[in-house]
């Protein structure tokens, strides 16, 4: 099987990253695993399983989306071999069909977002956006099956894309593994990362994009109570823009409170697990989410999270249980920034009850979102196809 994806480490940069990473570990328990993936400035030949592709030199300065067909075509020459492939974000879906085309063998996509609801991908790509949602349209309504990752996820694709066949949409749910996520008592990191661990503070991992909301959760911040710190964890910023108003942002909000601190690089897994344990809440400003691992990783640390009701954020955060949902509707930003600052205010005046919603997450994750299951129900859908091609 040819599991294709832009990203694979140590090149993960976000959720759907980190779902293949995780997803191909444990899916090689199970079947064969020929992971097929962006890399450096040249093709590098398969090693443990895992070969790297490159754009195309020919194509360096002319807009990515075309660069990364280029990509794809290379990853949909090296699958010859493979009985089945499955493709992973629209970065690779298109290596995927030409695979099902050029070989006959099934093809399998996770959708871990879709670009027509991404509008703002516009602004990145230009009219690379027109050929990303192509290339994801194309894949998406001639493949053999197609992974949900939650069922507000097929909802959105079937909304979208109303000519594919319910019948070939599955939801299999993120994951998350939770013997490398669980609380660290330890504190080393909180200290380098410039906290005082002696007053609590709210974390926010992730990049720095429309999607995610961050700016909303940097004007939230001017309302949270002012003995609460704030740590951002986020990087990688889309476009130059989104990277300026999001300086400023952060510069304003230094203005106004201490104990804002904004940490850009990536940092080592450990130091985000221990980040996240000793948060009094974890936040999720996004305003459009499939699923959203981190907040998986979060719950994992034991951290109850605070996050924006959108997509598939409520099947993973039980609202009063494991942490505290907020409306979000794109035209009234005010009051869901209103609502974020509300919701993390009750928790950090609550430590009792913040520490009672970490530990019910963390029970929840353990015994509903572990890696082992998802693969096991991936590899399903791989043999159901299997045997009725």
């Known amino acids: 099987m040819g599991l294709l994806s832009r990203e694979y480490p140590p090149d993960v940069y976000g959720g759907a990253g980190v779902h293949v990473e995780f997803l191909a570990r444990e ?24 070969e790297r592709h490159a754009a195309w030199p020919l ?83 001639a493949a053999d099956a197609v992974v949900a990752v939650s069922g507000a996820m097929r909802e959105d694709i079937l909304r979208c894309y109303p000519a594919l066949d319910p019948a070939r949409v599955r939801v299999v749910h993120n994951g998350i593994d939770t013997a490398l996520y669980r609380p660290d008592p330890g504190l080393d990191a909180v200290r380098r990362a410039g906290l005082d661990p002696q007053r609590p503070y709210v974390v926010y991992v992730g990049r720095i994009t429309r999607q995610k909301g961050v700016p909303h959760l940097l004007r939230a911040a001017r309302h949270v109570a002012p003995d609460a710190q704030l740590l951002l964890c ?25 104990g804002v601190v904004w940490l850009p690089q990536m940092l080592p897994r450990p130091e985000v697990v221990q980040l996240l344990t000793h948060a009094r809440a974890f936040v999720c400003p996004s305003v459009y989410e499939p699923l959203g691992i981190v907040n998986l990783e979060a719950l994992a640390c034991g951290t109850a999270v605070v996050a924006s009701a959108v997509g598939g954020i409520p099947e993973v955060v039980d609202d009063g249980v494991t942490g505290l949902l907020v409306p979000y509707e794109a035209s009234r930003p005010e009051e869901f920034e209103r609502g974020l600052a509300a919701a993390l205010d009750a928790l950090l005046a609550d430590p009792e009850r913040a520490r009672r919603m970490g530990a019910a997450g963390r029970e929840r994750t353990v015994r509903e979102f572990g890696w082992d299951a998802v693969a096991r129900r991936t590899a399903a859908v791989y043999e159901q196809l299997q045997h009725t091609s």
């Open 59 to 141: 194509l360096d300065g002319v807009n990515d989306a075309l660069r990364t067909f280029s990509v794809d075509l290379s990853m949909a020459a090296a699958v010859g071999g493979c009985e089945l492939v499955h493709s992973h974000t629209w970065y690779a879906n298109l290596a995927g069909h030409l695979a099902k085309l050029l070989y006959g063998i099934p093809h399998v996509m996770t959708a871990h977002s879709l670009e027509p609801l991404r509008p703002w991908k516009a602004e990145q790509l230009g009219g690379g956006y027109a050929l990303s949602s192509w290339a994801e349209r194309t894949a998406i309504e």
């Open 27 to 50: 899916l090689r328990r199970l079947v064969g695993v020929e992971v097929h993936a962006w890399g450096g400035g040249t093709p590098a030949p398969a090693q443990d399983g895992v």
């Open 234 to 258: 986020a990087g990688a910023p889309d476009t130059p823009e989104i990277d300026a108003e999001f300086r400023a942002l952060f510069e304003e909000l230094r203005a106004l409170r201490d």
